[in-house]
């Protein structure tokens, strides 16, 4: 089945601060790749999402940038917030969402 | 507009019991999937409606689990015989079709004692 993986499993970083996850996967039918973020007791929320014929996508202080060759994409946090302190999934998609491990965020002010 | 809803959001039952968790996906959603959710992990995929019909339902671990969409808009996850490794938060998802965004609804916190 598919696999996918997410590095680091946990980031700390200082206010205003940029971080970077990346995603690997292995199901080449992968089509759609999103990150979603999870605060604690809450619902996955989409936060930016792109296609396999775009090679990077940005809004605002984030962006996701793809490497269908390699099978990998990683999402940019630029000037961290506190309020971006939350669990953050990978969820490459032949259809059905296949989330990653998640990696922890930690912005400190 | 709604988004998605599920009920209840928390049920807390007995091992070897029945239960029904609810979803009512953003109208006009064609896809609806269910997935689960244990503590410290990633949602793990159950199933996914197109419309009424079930297009796969590959992640339902056993026969215990079975869901519904009778109408293409409602969908009930049924667990039956209850067992305490079920304890976990359902979420539910719906997107305008195969391969779109998909949003989640706020879970179902199931806790088998």
């Known amino acids: 089945g598919e696999n996918v993986e997410q590095h680091p499993s946990t980031l700390s970083v200082q206010e205003g601060d940029s971080a970077v996850i990346k995603c690997t996967y292995s199901?080449?039918?992968?089509?759609?790749f999103p990150w979603y973020k999870q605060e604690l007791g809450k619902r996955p929320q989409l936060i930016i999402d792109?296609?396999?014929?775009?090679g990077e996508k940005k809004d605002q202080r984030i962006a996701v940038t793809l490497n269908k060759t390699a099978k990998h994409f990683s999402l940019h946090i630029t000037e961290t917030q506190p309020e971006d302190s939350a669990v953050y999934f990978c969820?490459?998609?032949?259809?059905?969402?296949?989330f990653g491990t998640g990696t922890r965020l930690q912005v400190f002010p | 507009g709604a988004g998605v809803s599920q009920t209840p959001s928390n049920k807390v039952t007995e091992k070897g019991k029945y239960v029904e968790l609810r979803c009512d996906p953003i109208?006009?959603?064609?896809?609806l999937y269910w997935y689960r959710q244990s503590l410290g992990q990633g949602p793990e995929f159950l199933i996914y409606?197109?419309?009424?019909?079930?297009?796969?339902d590959s992640g339902l671990p056993n026969d215990r689990f079975f869901a519904v969409r009778p109408e293409g808009s409602v969908s009930t996850l049924k667990i039956q015989r209850t067992e305490r490794g079920d304890s976990a938060v359902y979420l539910c998802?719906?997107?305008?079709?195969?391969?779109?965004?998909?949003?989640f609804g706020p879970g179902t916190r199931l806790t088998v004692t």
């Open positions: 998802a719906s997107s305008s079709g195969r391969g779109y965004e998909q949003y």
């Open positions: 199901d080449s039918a992968s089509n759609y």
């Open positions: 792109i296609r396999s014929n775009v």
């Open positions: 969820a490459p998609s032949p259809g059905k969402l296949i």
């Open positions: 109208s006009g959603h064609t896809a």
């Open positions: 409606f197109q419309g009424t019909g079930a297009a796969d």
